[in-house]
T-cell receptor, first 115, second 113 residues
Framework: SAVISQKPSRDICQRGTSLTIQCQVD?????MFWYRQQPGQSLTLIAT?????????ESGFVIDKFPISRPNLTFSTLTVSNMSPEDSSIYLC????????????FGPGTRLTVT | AQKITQTQPGMFVQEKEAVTLDCTYD???????LFWYKQPSSGEMIFLIY??????QNATEGRYSLNFQKARKSANLVISASQLGDSAMYFC??????????FGKGTSLLVTP
């Protein structure tokens, strides 16, 4: 298993500002992912964070809006840039462990409200 | 492309009864993995159970079991002896070739006394 922490746990931000969310894992992992969960919705993958290379973004998500860093095998950050109320969501990081990715664990999430 | 379908937006079950949450999937991959997660109102995603496409036996974890019917492309979650603390959203998900997860829309489960 893996223990994952996220900072901040929640925040209220002004429109037009940016917020950086941190994700820390208690062990080295190759695969880290960032998801967004809009109110009342399911989870949607934003990007795969690769250590030592650029993140891989899903359709509908761009690097200018959601820049990601992955400086080592235990840490990643997601920045939500130039925020609007539509960015109000829970942002979750997750990691894959186990053989063939049969274990996937999530951080506690960051609840973001944009006013 | 993968698709996960959860057709039950909400379910009720009485305490101590068993409940089945439905999940069907569509994929052209031969190798895939299916997951179930519980999300209480706090928002955290709690990993419950995993089933690999080549696993011959249904996965079980305590009170959770996965009824895997490969030919029907279904992976239903069975919760036995429901408890009040089981009230939450439940998500079915499939792992893609890049190891990320594609989620269904979820089922809200309410356990009543």
């Amino acid at each position: 298993s893996a223990v994952i922490s996220q900072k901040p746990s929640r925040d209220i931000c002004q429109r037009g500002t940016s917020l950086t969310i941190q994700c820390q894992v208690d062990s080295q992992v190759t695969m880290m992912f960032w998801y967004r969960q809009q109110p009342g919705q399911s989870l949607t993958l934003i990007a795969t964070a690769n250590q030592g290379s650029e993140a891989t973004y899903e359709s509908g998500f761009v690097i200018d809006k959601f820049p990601i860093s992955r400086p080592n095998l235990t840490f990643s950050t997601l920045t939500v840039s130039n925020m609007s109320p539509e960015d109000s969501s829970i942002y979750l990081c997750s990691v894959t462990t186990g053989t063939g990715g049969n274990e996937q664990y999530f951080g506690p999430g960051t609840r973001l409200t944009v006013t | 492309a993968q698709k996960i379908t959860q057709t039950q937006p909400g379910m009720f079950v009485q305490e101590k009864e068993a409940v089945t949450l439905d999940c069907t999937y569509d994929t052209s991959d031969q190798s895939y993995g299916l997951f179930w997660y519980k999300q209480p109102s706090s928002g955290e995603m709690i990993f419950l159970i995993y089933q690999g496409s080549y696993d011959e036996q249904n996965a079980t974890e305590g009170r959770y079991s996965l009824n895997f019917q490969k030919a029907r492309k279904s992976a239903n979650l069975v919760i036995s002896a429901s408890q009040l603390g089981d009230s939450a959203m439940y998500f079915c998900a499939m792992r893609d070739t890049g190891y990320a997860l594609n989620f269904g829309k979820g089922t809200s489960l309410l356990v009543t006394p």
